[in-house]
Each structure stands twice: as structure tokens, then as C-alpha cells.
């Protein structure tokens, strides 16, 4: 598989509006990226509604639930009642830990398989890996901790990275929580630095990084030092709160290096770690860190030195002149020309989740059972990403998945040789065999929903065209479109597909008909989940 850019002509590097032809394809294209698998319907709303009006609906954040009790091991919170704000129970905590944590890899799989048009799954994604922690200490303070990143998942670059240094979550995975001036400890005063807001570049000297030095690091995990975690697995505290004691906090001054200006850092308490990081901010190069992730996520992985030469700065004089806002460039990249380009279209493999997820959400498959049937068929989907090589609530490293960040090979990652063997073999069994079976209950693609919200359902021609449209981010061949034709008529001619639809529209509830196209549907999907074209975006 190879969905390298081919570029048979200039590529467009412009980043001005998009004006050109607003088609299905573009519109496609548009969904495919900032959604975790879009609906038919989705695809021919943003055609009607145009560019400007659809990415609008895109950048409205949208609000997320509650997970709720449904495992047996829950201690405390009663079923059917949320447990985030809930303490612990005295003694044994992990038979209830291990139900919470059940409960939030549910929930997080009922979020991305929701069908909201809204960017936010897919940006709080961006940041899961951006920041990335393995969740392992209170399911209370990782769900607060995902609800963080998805609430301000395109606000303030600068204020997240704020949040998020103190936030629990952070100060227990980087031992930021026994970082004390007795003994400074250095973890998350790197991976601010090299990971979170700056980045490294080339060593240039001994502790010389290009944009911060080793003696950077020392003084940072200085200023850094005095922030605790409190309610850990309490049983009576219903919160996990960091918090700030001044006795542990080192209270002379720290000197930054030329890269910061020099500047030397007196006692500020609780708030020094917030001036140290205005201090970072101040280099615009933490501008250049994040948009040039933010153009890897969303247009193309191969950092071509014309896109470093003239796509990159126009996104960072945004983010510096919108104080480190994300939305604005976001959005100036979605409605841009090069967005657009026909070379960007297919660039990059679906990652796990959304290679997985976009077989449910396409097809607007929701399990309608009870709670603890419906939490169990998600956190099956959970386990299933996690296998592929995606644990949303683990990434492999404080780096996040490889496939975001490992050149040269990026996201080709997600499709080794184990990797791919599972993809097919999911599509398989979540499409055209029994799907996930809990409680005598199944849960897999609904291929009649895909059938019946296509443009014109009774026309073979039709139907592949549409599915073309809705999974492959770029145009197949003829005899590859007639080969999955062949399929949905089982080798008849077109005429009989028209018959067997329509009688099944005629005769509702009836398994008869209904099963007949069913089938012929799912066979269709099973082949085109199992094509290279539906690994890309």
C-alpha cells in the first residue's frame, strides 16, 4: 500500500480560500478528514450546504455525556448512575477501579461512533496523542482528564498546555507529583520542552538542543517542583485534585538560557509554572511545533520543504496573531486551496480507531440494547482498536502512537503485516458475519441503513458509485467499480438488482426480502473494507 502523494502536476500551496468546484468528492474529502467516518447523508448535506457553512457546523464543539455504572465490581456508584464524582470504596479499590475503567472505555467508543458533524472527536484525538499519558491511576481523574483535552480541543494552545501540566493525570505519569525541591526530577520538564510546546530539533552542542539546552530542563523541573495529587482512590474525597505546597517548592531563583532570553526566575509559588510558560511561548517556534502537527493530522505527513517554505508560516502567523488560539488555523486550513489539492486527497492510512469506527458510523450504528449490553458491545470495539495497535487510553509512550511522529514511515504504520490480517478480519466479522455477540444480542454494520440512504438505493450503477464516494478518498478504476457491482447483483443483470430492492421496499419487516439485500450489501462492504482505497483518507 502506498498512498504517497503522486504529484503529476504543481501542487496548489496556496493557502488563500478555496473557490474552486464544491462536488461530493471535495465535500468527501472535507468529512473524511475532521470526522471519524462520515454518513452519506453527511456527505450530500455539505455538499448543498457549502464549504463555508459545513465547516462552521464543524468547528461547533459538541457535548459529551456522562459514562455510566453497568459493571458488577462498581462498589459504590449505584447502576445506571455515573461514578465521576464519586469517591472510592474503603479497602479493596480495584474490583471498582476495573468496573470504572470499564465504564470509560465504553463511553469512549459511544462518543466516537455518535454521527455529530463536529470536528471534536477528532481534534480531542489529536490532543490525546499530542499529550499523551497512559491512563492508570484514578478512572476519575482520566476521565477529567479526557473531558479537559475534548473541551478546549480548539481553544488556546498556550492555556492547554497550562492545564494540562497540572492536571493530576500529568503530574502522576511524569512524577510531576514527587517533583520537590529535595529532589527535582526532570520528566516533565523535558517533555514540556521537547514534546508539548517547543520541540527539540537538531543538537547543535553538547546539552545544546536548537530551541532549549539541558540547562533548561534543570531549571524547569525547578520551577516546577511543589504540585501534589490528592484524593487518589479516596474513599471519601469524590474528586482527584492537584495542589500546591510551598514548602516543596524551590523558592530560589533559575536561570534560563540564552534561548529564553536569559531570563532569571524569582519565586512566584503556584503561579511561577505558568509565567515559566509564557516565557516558552514567547518563541514563536512553539507556533511552528504545533501547526506543523496540526498540518501532519490533517493534510499530509510528507513535510515537503515547499509546504515548511510557504504553507507552515501562513498557519503560524495565524496561531501567533490569534494569541495561540487553534480554531483560527484550523480553520484557515480547512478552507484553504492546498486543503483541497488533489495530491492531498488519500494521503494518509486510517488509524485503528477510524479505519474501525467508520464501518459503525457510516452506516449510523448504534447497539439499542440495555445499558450494560450496549457498554459491553463498546468496550468489545475498545479492545479492538487496542489490538489493531490504537489503545485510546494508553498511547505506547509519552511520544503517542509512532504512526504520528516516526519518519519516514508515518502512518504506513498502522498496516503492517499483523495489522492489515486484522482489518480484514474485522471487516469481516463485523459486516458480513455475526458481529459482536453479547447477552444473545449482535452488534455489527447495519448494511441496510448504508443501502437505504444512498442517492438512488434500486440502481446498481448508482449504489457502487455512492459507496465509492462515501469510503474511497479517491476515484477506482472501471473494472474494479464493475467487479463490486457483480458483487451486489451476484452476477445479474442490473434490472434484477432494481427488482429485489424495490420489492424489499415494498414489503417492510419482511426478512424474505429484506435479508436477500442485506446480504448482497454486505458483501459489497465486506470486499470494499478489505481494499487499499478504504485504508486512506
Known amino acids: 500500500m502506498q498512498p504517497d502523494v503522486v504529484v503529476d502536476e504543481p501542487v496548489?500551496?496556496?493557502?488563500?480560500?478555496?473557490?474552486?468546484?464544491?462536488?461530493?468528492?471535495?465535500?468527501?474529502?472535507l468529512l473524511r478528514r475532521t470526522l471519524v467516518g462520515p454518513?452519506?447523508?453527511?456527505?450530500?448535506?455539505?455538499?448543498?450546504?457549502?464549504?463555508?457553512?459545513?465547516?462552521?457546523?464543524?468547528?461547533?464543539?459538541?457535548?459529551?455525556?456522562?459514562?455510566?455504572?453497568?459493571?458488577?465490581?462498581?462498589?459504590?456508584?449505584?447502576?445506571?448512575?455515573t461514578w465521576v464524582n464519586t469517591p472510592y470504596p474503603t479497602g479493596d479499590t480495584a474490583p471498582t477501579d476495573n468496573a470504572r475503567r470499564r465504564s470509560l472505555g465504553a463511553w469512549i467508543m459511544k462518543r466516537l461512533n455518535s454521527n455529530d458533524t463536529s470536528?471534536?472527536?477528532?481534534?480531542?484525538l489529536f490532543w490525546i496523542n499530542h499529550f499523551a499519558v497512559t491512563q492508570q491511576f484514578d478512572a476519575r481523574s482520566a476521565y477529567d482528564y479526557f473531558k479537559l483535552l475534548h473541551d478546549n480541543c480548539l481553544g488556546?494552545?498556550?492555556?492547554?498546555?497550562?492545564?494540562?501540566?497540572?492536571?493530576?493525570?500529568?503530574?502522576?505519569?511524569?512524577?510531576g507529583a514527587t517533583n520537590t525541591v529535595f529532589s527535582p526530577n526532570e520528566n516533565y520538564a523535558r517533555e514540556l520542552l521537547e514534546l508539548f510546546s517547543i520541540g527539540k530539533g537538531p543538537q547543535i552542542g553538547p546539552g545544546d538542543y536548537t530551541y532549549y539546552t539541558e540547562d533548561d530542563v534543570a531549571a524547569g523541573a525547578k520551577i516546577l517542583t511543589g504540585w501534589t495529587v490528592n484524593g487518589l482512590r479516596?474513599?471519601?474525597?469524590?474528586?482527584?485534585?492537584?495542589?500546591?505546597?510551598?514548602?516543596?517548592?524551590?523558592?530560589?531563583?533559575?536561570?534560563?538560557?540564552?534561548?529564553?532570553?536569559?531570563?532569571?526566575?524569582?519565586n512566584q509559588g503556584a503561579n511561577e509554572y505558568s509565567d515559566y510558560i509564557d516565557i516558552i511561548f514567547q518563541q514563536?517556534?512553539?507556533?511552528?511545533?504545533?501547526?506543523?502537527?496540526?498540518?501532519?493530522?490533517?493534510?499530509?505527513?510528507?513535510?515537503?520543504?515547499?509546504?515548511?517554505?510557504?504553507?507552515?508560516?501562513?498557519?503560524?502567523t495565524t496561531m501567533i496573531n490569534n494569541n495561540y488560539d487553534v480554531q483560527p488555523v484550523v480553520e484557515q486550513l480547512l478552507k484553504s486551496e492546498h486543503f483541497y489539492d488533489i495530491s492531498m486527497r488519500g494521503t494518509i492510512i486510517k488509524s485503528p480507531i477510524e479505519s474501525l469506527m467508520t464501518m459503525f458510523t457510516s452506516s449510523m450504528t448504534q447497539p439499542t440494547y440495555d445499558l450494560d449490553t450496549?457498554?459491553?458491545?463498546?468496550?468489545?470495539?475498545?479492545?479492538?482498536?487496542?489490538?489493531?495497535?490504537?489503545?485510546?487510553?494508553?498511547?505506547?509512550?509519552?511520544?503517542?502512537?509512532?504512526?504520528?511522529?516516526?519518519?519516514?514511515?508515518?502512518?504506513?504504520?498502522?498496516?503492517?503485516?499483523?495489522?492489515?490480517?486484522?482489518?480484514?478480519?474485522?471487516?469481516?466479522?463485523?459486516?458480513?458475519?455475526?458481529?459482536?455477540?453479547?447477552?444473545?444480542n449482535a452488534f455489527k454494520v447495519k448494511a441496510l441503513n448504508v443501502v437505504d440512504g444512498l442517492s438512488l438505493p434500486n440502481d446498481a450503477v448508482s449504489v457502487i458509485n455512492d459507496l465509492c464516494d462515501l469510503y474511497f478518498s479517491k476515484a477506482i478504476s472501471q473494472t474494479e467499480k464493475d467487479n463490486l457491482k457483480s458483487i451486489l447483483t451476484n452476477g445479474l443483470p442490473d434490472f434484477e438488482w432494481t427488482i429485489?430492492?424495490?420489492?424489499?421496499?415494498?414489503?417492510?419487516?419482511?426478512?424474505?426480502?429484506?435479508?436477500?439485500?442485506?446480504?448482497?450489501?454486505?458483501?459489497?462492504?465486506?470486499?470494499m473494507f478489505r481494499m487499499a482505497q478504504y485504508q486512506t483518507i
Open 284 to 316: 514563536n517556534q512553539c507556533a511552528v511545533f504545533i501547526c506543523t502537527k496540526l498540518y501532519r493530522y490533517f493534510v499530509n505527513y510528507d513535510m515537503t520543504q515547499d509546504v515548511i517554505d510557504n504553507v507552515i508560516p501562513v498557519m503560524v
Open 234 to 266: 479516596d474513599s471519601v474525597q469524590t474528586d482527584v485534585q492537584s495542589a500546591f505546597q510551598m514548602n516543596l517548592h524551590h523558592q530560589g531563583t533559575k536561570q534560563l538560557s540564552s534561548k529564553f532570553g536569559s531570563v532569571v526566575m524569582s
Open 119 to 124: 470536528i471534536s472527536e477528532k481534534m480531542t
Open 39 to 81: 454518513t452519506f447523508a453527511q456527505i450530500q448535506d455539505a455538499v448543498n450546504n457549502g464549504m463555508n457553512a459545513t465547516i462552521a457546523t464543524l468547528l461547533t464543539p459538541n457535548t459529551i455525556d456522562l459514562p455510566l455504572t453497568y459493571d458488577p465490581g462498581e462498589a459504590v456508584a449505584a447502576h445506571g448512575t
Open 500 to 527: 429485489q430492492y424495490n420489492d424489499y421496499q415494498n414489503n417492510p419487516g419482511d426478512p424474505s426480502y429484506s435479508d436477500p439485500v442485506r446480504i448482497r450489501v454486505e458483501l459489497v462492504l465486506t470486499a
Open 374 to 440: 450496549n457498554s459491553e458491545m463498546y468496550l468489545n470495539l475498545f479492545w479492538g482498536t487496542s489490538v489493531m495497535g490504537q489503545n485510546y487510553a494508553a498511547p505506547p509512550s509519552v511520544s503517542g502512537w509512532p504512526a504520528y511522529y516516526q519518519a519516514p514511515s508515518y502512518t504506513k504504520l498502522w498496516v503492517n503485516s499483523t495489522y492489515i490480517k486484522l482489518r480484514f478480519d474485522y471487516a469481516i466479522w463485523l459486516t458480513q458475519y455475526g458481529g459482536i455477540n453479547i447477552n444473545g
Open 156 to 175: 488556546n494552545f498556550k492555556q492547554l498546555v497550562k492545564d494540562v501540566t497540572i492536571h493530576p493525570e500529568m503530574l502522576l505519569f511524569l512524577n
Open 12 to 29: 496548489t500551496l496556496s493557502m488563500n480560500p478555496y473557490t474552486g468546484p464544491w462536488t461530493r468528492a471535495e465535500a468527501a474529502h
